[in-house]
């Protein structure tokens, strides 16, 4: 009995000193509270621990992280750019809370450069997400806090910016273009989902409709979509909650052109209108016009995509100098300055995609008289050149393998009702699917 009643005594008095222990262990900061003490990611795909700031703090001289995170709780991350690329970071939360991030450079958290931030991504989930072009060589400072006082559980991701490549035909969200033609006789939508191959059937749209697919309820799914000229309407098929949503934008004549001009990871609903030389966009942030003039309606066409890799489509134009000359004009959203690239053949078209992983179009032209894909990189100095398919095929551009490269040489053969793809990383898919007198949906961005 003395030897239990001593056990017990031992034990009552260590008790509180294990909850002590707990409750500082609870309490402690995180390991990266501190500028000096960042977490140090590398490569171009990394993903940082979940890790909870309900007990970290400020430090003398921080800024406000997106002008919403005071009182400061923030975690640092630390990343060195190894090449320049256009590169996207993305802050999940747990616990209900919404995380703000920002990135900066510079060597000391009173004296630092703001790049870039954001505290709402959109959508339907609590994150936040950035995308700019990382310069080789320089380091970037990343804080991640609450907005106001809210803490939370949170992880950090980052990864080559996909904008350009697989996110534009993901129709089940897996990060992979889908294989999908669009039938005119039953006017019926034709999905192979790439996460499981399994068929998406749906009736959506109208003779004479143009196709126009996107993301437009941020939920990273591409949704089914169209352009009624007659009517100068976007119909659209919400991915999120199966409901429709019709926008009347731009007139008849006008043609769609899909892209996110407000860098906010949602398709805008856009048109150019060739008789002003003019595109006029729906921002999807607050849905009010952006209008640029661009081009030379009579004689160019539209080519949408990311030059510069800081996640909005620039305005851009392809124009025939005649037969032996084309011209890629591009007003680059960044700093609004104007890119003149020399580039193929008056015939040619243009096959928006990014085919060097930069996370940056590339000026890519297809010519038909020989069946091959001529390549020029954003940045200038390395050339692509395949030859592809046979006379008649349909081009079809996308990320079939969903490894952040554009699938540049990829077709779909009327004749057999087969897609045949090149893959970035080697190798061939030749994948049935559709019929005759079908189109393939990827083809909608091609101009």
Known sequence: MKLIALLLFIFSSITPILAQSRSEQLLSPPANDNFASALVLTGV???????????????????????????????????????????????????????????????????????????????????????????????????????????????????????????????????????????????????????????????????????????????????????????????????????????????????PVQGDFDGDDRADFAVYRGSTDTFYVRRSTDGSLLAQQWGEGSTDVVAPGDYDGDGKTDFAVYRFLGPEAGHFYVLRSSDNAFVAQLWGLGPDLVVPGDFDHDGRSDFIVHRSSDNTFYGISSGGGVTYTLTWGTSGDNLAPGDYEGDGYTDVASVWRPSTGTFYVQRSSGGTIAQPWGASGDTPVALSNVH
């Open 45 to 255: 795909a990394a993903n940082a621990p979940l890790t909870s700031n309900a007990e970290a703090t400020g430090e003398i001289g921080e800024p406000n992280h997106g002008g919403v995170a005071g009182p400061l709780n923030s975690m640092w991350y630390r990343w060195t750019a190894p090449v320049t690329v256009s590169i996207t970071l993305q802050a999940g939360a747990e616990s209900g809370y919404n995380p703000v991030m920002a990135v900066y450079t510079g060597s000391a958290v009173n004296a630092l450069t703001l790049v870039t931030s954001n505290d709402n991504a959109g959508g339907f989930f609590l994150y936040s997400r950035v995308t700019f072009l990382a310069v080789a060589g320089t380091t970037y400072n990343i804080a991640v806090d609450g907005v106001g006082s809210a803490t939370g559980i949170s992880g950090l991701s980052l990864f080559i910016n996909r904008a350009e490549s697989s996110m534009q035909f993901d129709f089940d969200g897996d990060f992979k273009s889908d294989f999908a033609v669009f039938r005119s006789s039953t006017h019926t939508w034709y999905i192979r989902r790439s996460s499981d191959g399994s068929l998406q059937a749906q009736a959506w749209g109208a003779a004479g409709d143009l196709l126009a697919p996107g993301d437009y309820d941020g939920d990273t799914k591409t949704d089914i979509c169209v352009f009624r000229p007659s009517t100068a309407t976007f119909y659209a098929l919400k991915s999120s909650d199966g409901l429709l949503l019709a926008v009347p934008w731009g007139q008849s004549g006008d043609v």
